[in-house]
């Protein structure tokens, strides 16, 4: 039988890319993440020194719009890369919506002030 404690140290040592493709991996052999989550869940443990840590990476939420989104849509387009137009209007329409996930603790404080100063309400979790 494998080592449990290496296997576990290993899987929590992996990178998100590495993840996606651990995940691609067992899907293939018909094993769906929801049903290995759920089965490593109670038995995985250590809930409580991850939640004693620092939270490092944080995600930025567009909750509102608000009145002015001609404005908000202009700082979406400023801060994220790649979006035309129509999908930044989507984004805003469609709120709430993750405008960025995994950012720094700064960087997100920058990003809510910009939205707010748009006249659009933001979340960071």
Known sequence: ????AKLGDELLGLTI?????LN????ERGIKAAA???MAGPAAGGGDAAAAEEKTEFDVILTDGGDK????IKVVREVVSG???KEAKELVEGAPKPIKEGVSKD???????KFEEAGAKVEIK
Not at 69 to 72: A, D, F, P, T, Y
């Open 69 to 72: 989104k001609i404005n908000v």
């Open 17 to 21: 890319l590495e993840a996606k493709e």
């Open 107 to 113: 960087e997100a404080e920058e990003l809510k002030k």
């Open 24 to 27: 691609d991996y067992l899907e």
């Open 36 to 38: 290995a989550v759920a």
């Open 1 to 4: 039988m494998a080592d449990i």
């Open 83 to 85: 979006l035309g137009l």
